[in-house]
């Protein structure tokens, strides 16, 4: 079972910035497809954005155009860049690991403790 650590949420106003990191434990790291996750408060938890081992990637349309999913199979690590932040994408982010491009939220086990983004209008 992978560890999943995720950090560089914050804090932001409208039309910010922020890069998000996961850091994934563990030797196998290149074979597993890494997703982003939100949950909101009171809402279930989404596939925000997804990379597979060849780098291909999916998001949410709400998303397109201004979140940057990408990896570094040497670092064990996917990051989130975001960009143009919206009050809407505030929520608790979280990273997964799997071996297939499906990106189910009910398919994981287990989650890390995420990391918090909160945009102020």
């Known amino acids: 079972q992978v560890q999943l650590v995720e950090s560089g949420g914050g804090t932001v106003v409208s039309g910010e910035s922020l890069r998000l990191s996961c850091v994934v434990s563990?030797?196998?790291?290149?074979?597993?497809?890494m997703g982003w996750f939100r949950q909101a408060p009171g809402r279930q938890r989404e596939l925000v954005a997804g990379i597979g081992t060849s780098g291909s990637t999916k998001y949410v349309d709400s998303v397109k155009g201004r979140f940057t999913i990408s990896r570094d199979d040497n670092k064990n690590t996917v990051y989130l860049q975001m960009t143009n932040l919206k009050p809407e994408d505030t929520a608790v982010y979280y990273c997964?690991?799997?071996?297939?491009?499906?990106?189910?939220?009910?398919?994981?086990?287990?989650w890390g403790q995420g990391t918090q983004v909160t945009v102020s209008p």
């Open positions: 997964n690991a799997g071996l297939y491009e499906t990106y189910d939220p009910d398919s994981y086990i287990s």
């Open positions: 563990g030797d196998y790291f290149r074979i597993y497809a």
